[in-house]
């Protein structure tokens, strides 16, 4: 299934008023929405508090995964390799906060701005 498009209002008509439904992505902090006008779904925009903390997370995960690997060898031991899965966790947090940031946003036109669908007459046959 393909990921809907990210935007704030509905990309294909403007429209502000939306249904919530269940997210199609793996994470997801708000659920998606379908148009009330047209049934186009698509996807809020990741929120910049999500993006920075997936970030910093990751770097503080990689951070410890350093310190551990520095105080095992100050101390003579070797590394746990035990210790790498906190930073794979980290590389992985820090590449979604970065794909977040390059996320593309489409600007849909405003409903106002929208050229309304002309309704069905009842001789509309006759042309």
């Not at 060898?73 to 790498?84: E, I």
Request: charged share 15%; proline share 11%.
């Amino acid at each position: 299934m393909a990921h809907p498009p990210i935007c704030r209002v509905c990309p294909a008509c403007g429209f502000t008023k939306y249904l919530r439904v269940e997210p199609s992505r793996l994470i997801a902090f708000v659920k998606d929405r379908q148009c009330k006008e047209c049934f186009t779904r698509y996807a809020r925009p990741t929120p910049l508090w999500a993006k920075l903390f997936f970030i910093c997370f990751g770097v503080l995960a990689i951070g410890g995964f350093l310190l551990s690997i520095v105080e095992s060898l100050m101390n003579g031991n070797m590394p746990n390799p035990s210790a790498a899965l906190p930073a794979l966790w980290g590389l992985a947090c820090i590449n979604f906060g970065v794909i977040s940031f390059r996320e593309k946003v489409i600007d849909a036109p405003t409903y106002a701005q929208r050229k309304p669908t002309p309704r069905p007459t009842p001789f509309d046959f006759l042309n």
